[in-house]
């Protein structure tokens, strides 16, 4: 009992130090507008990333996706909060019992054949196990932290407290619509059951496809806190970055496509792709694909969503303004100008810049890894700051997170290919007219709701 009652109380204060530490940042933000005095930026970032990093929690994941969105965050703070990495200590192997025991009933552990004390990875919201079923099945048990329900409304009192000081500060976006969709993510994200049906969802969309691996979903052992996946082999994608370019292409292609042709077909993205969500397995000694490892931040779009996509697409690729237009009013902009459209077109072309060019290149095409976006980025935040502010949909908050992620995954390998052809591919197998025709039939196979 005292080690489950340690556990409790080190999360407790380790969220009454971030809210301390925010509070004192705060203070400092409000004094200057109050008197005047200049503020350095870089130095309450760093206290900022600090306060956050401490938490290891939800709010630093928040934290990490608000910092691909231009002017979302002051610039100074959004550099900081990317750096930011999750790695959440560890329960302990008595808590370990304790939470199997509440998910699984007292007799859990002879229900698997074997099962390891020591957590094979450790995240935001939970820790994987490996283990062995009856049936001698290998398998990952994800098993959620205790009390993240209340963790995570907890996060999104801080979050409100980092947007209320932005709001004060003139900025270029108003992102009453970002903190709907993030609070909305995140509850959903404590739903393992949710994401069960997820995997599901990406095991029909990829079926048959040699180079994307999805896990397989063992009902019997998972709960809403306890998610069984099948075990999937692989070796880190970053083991790859140096391996010969058709390696690298054969890995990057698989990528893009995992990205790409959910959205395509159903209307579906994975919105957070990062490194650790990847793993590459191997055919006959030689790298043939990747391995999808994580549902919990699956995001479904309206169907009317995936046509503006599409649309946006189409009128920078082939300069018909009132097609642009179009689509960022079917996405949900309101009130545009003419200014404002253009410098939404500015990020419009960084995040489809790879699509729209029909030719063999990089994804970065000669830009720096450590610079890519960023020159776009800080010319946004600047018109944005002249012309705004502009109100952004939620459904763009996502949407932005997994282009950048993806592009952030896809540097390392410095892939070479024809992008516009494989997105073309896509447009032309599944047409957006009947992705809502497509996209109902798949989240009814599956139970998921409809957007």
Known sequence: MDHERNSFSGRASRYARVGGNMSGIAAKMIGSRLFGTELDHDKNALELARALGNLKGPLMKVAQLLSTIPDALPPEYAAELATLQSNAPPMGYPFVKRRMAAELGPDWLKRFRSFDKTPAAAASLGQVHRAVTLSGEDVACKLQYPNMDSAIEADLSQLGIVFNLHKRMRPGIDTTDIRTEIADRLREELDYEREARAARLYAITFEGDPAIRIPSVDATLSTR?????????????????????????????????????????????????????????????????????????????????????VDLYEGLLRGDEARVVSAYETWGFRGLSRDLIEILNIWARFIYGPILDDRVRTLADGTKPGEYGRKEAFKVHQALREKGPVRVPREFVFMDRAA????????????????????????????????????????????????
């Open 225 to 309: 806190r306890l998610l069984t996946l099948g075990w999937l082999d692989g070796t880190r994608l970053l083991e790859y970055k140096d391996a010969p370019l058709e390696t690298r292409n054969r890995i990057a292609k698989a990528l893009f496509r995992a990205y790409w042709h959910p959205f395509a077909d159903i209307g579906v993205i994975h919105g957070d792709p990062h490194l650790g969500n990847y793993t590459v397995f191997e055919s006959d000694g030689a790298p043939a694909g990747i391995n999808l490892l994580d549902y919990g931040c699956i995001r479904i779009f309206p169907a009317s969503f995936v046509t503006g996509v």
């Open 404 to 451: 950048v992620g993806l592009g952030a995954v896809l540097l390392h390998l410095q892939a070479e290919l024809n992008f516009f052809e494989i997105f073309q591919a896509e447009l032309a197998a599944y047409p957006p007219a009947e992705v809502g025709t497509r996209q109902a039939a798949a989240l009814d196979a599956v139970g998921l709701p409809h957007p």
